[in-house]
């Protein structure tokens, strides 16, 4: 399978709380392009903190003709977790002690896609760590200011491969990458 992230970010990189943020800025249009996403994965990923977000909101809903509710309530969920032993949501896997392996291994198995919406902190590991084939960027024409950022003020860097840009009528914008390795740097020649 391949592994995609699918993150709505603000133009100065913030992603936590996008509940209160971005979802005035979703038009019809792009609404339609999540519902879409969530109809094309096998199965999803989480972090603990995203996978207890998701299952109390989405996990309890049952209008299974909305997009998202039934992909998600249909489809095997992944959490990866060293301290959640007994998770309530139907047909969740825990992931836990060598997560790289586990990840490596659902990615070698056959299927389409296995997702990851929002969950930042294990966005950042799971490209840290070389696992993402994908990056799904839904860039929300706000500057918050304040919150967790997808990407850390110090961390690794990477090259990006840009598959697809869109935008959408409200100025939400879609940027879809691959990553590429380590990013080449322009040498100063002195001339």
Do not use: C
Request: overall charge negative.
């Amino acid at each position: 399978m391949k592994l995609t992230t699918n993150q709505q970010i603000s133009v100065d990189g913030v992603v936590q709380d996008n509940g209160s943020w971005a979802r005035s800025q979703f038009d019809e249009e792009a609404l339609n392009f999540v519902g879409d996403f969530y109809q094309r994965a096998d199965a999803f990923l989480f972090g603990r903190g995203t996978y207890d977000l998701f299952a109390g909101y989405w996990g309890v809903r049952k209008d299974m003709d909305n997009p998202i509710v039934g992909a998600l309530n249909t489809k095997p969920k992944y959490v990866a977790s060293n301290t959640l032993t007994d998770p309530q949501w139907a047909d969740t896997t825990v992931l836990s002690g060598d997560v790289a392996a586990a990840i490596r291994e659902l990615k070698g198995a056959p299927g389409g896609e296995l997702q990851v919406h929002g969950s930042g902190t294990l966005t950042r590991w799971l490209l840290e760590n070389e696992l993402v084939d994908e990056i799904n960027l839904l860039i929300i024409p706000i500057i918050v200011g304040k919150g967790a950022r997808l990407f850390p003020e110090h961390g690794p860097d990477l090259a990006l491969d840009q598959v697809e840009s869109r935008a959408f009528p409200k100025g939400i914008t879609l940027q879809i990458y691959r990553p590429a390795g380590r990013p080449q740097y322009a040498t100063d020649s002195g001339e």
